[in-house]
């Protein structure tokens, strides 16, 4: 079983930053797919940026530029920067992972294929 402990986030005014931290623990073997999501009450969670196991990251268009992922792979540890933040990035953030893959494991926006998740941290942003 693989353990995803988050944090960061918080609150901040519109073009803040944030760092949000995604720590892995337990079995941890083989190659992951990882992810960070957002969601509002009673909306579906949605991807924000991913990577594959590569280490290659994916944005959404509505973060791209804005937002930046990146590894520590000594600490099992899975950052989100969140520069320039709008009101409208208000939202429980949540990390997640998939695999492990034998091989390459390619990222994914689909929320269903994610196996393990952290536990959400709100991330507010006024304007």
């Known amino acids: 079983q693989v353990q995803l402990v988050q944090s960061g986030g918080g609150s901040v005014q519109s073009g803040g930053s944030l760092r949000l931290s995604c720590t892995a623990s337990?079995?941890?073997?083989?190659?992951?797919?990882m992810g960070w999501f957002r969601q509002l009450p009673g909306q579906e969670r949605l991807g924000v940026g991913v990577?594959?196991?590569?280490?290659?990251?994916n944005y959404r268009d509505f973060v791209r530029g804005r937002f930046t992922i990146s590894q520590d792979n000594a600490k099992n540890t899975l950052y989100l920067q969140m520069n320039s933040l709008k009101p409208t990035d208000t939202a429980m953030y949540y990390c997640?992972?998939?695999?492990?893959?034998?091989?390459?494991?390619?990222?994914?926006?689909?929320?269903?294929?994610?196996?393990?998740w952290g536990q959400g941290t709100q991330v507010t942003v006024s304007s």
């Open positions: 997640a992972a998939f695999g492990p893959a034998n091989g390459y494991c390619a990222a994914s926006y689909n929320v269903a294929e994610y196996r393990y």
């Open positions: 337990g079995y941890i073997e083989g190659r992951y797919c």
């Open positions: 990577v594959d196991s590569e280490g290659n990251t």
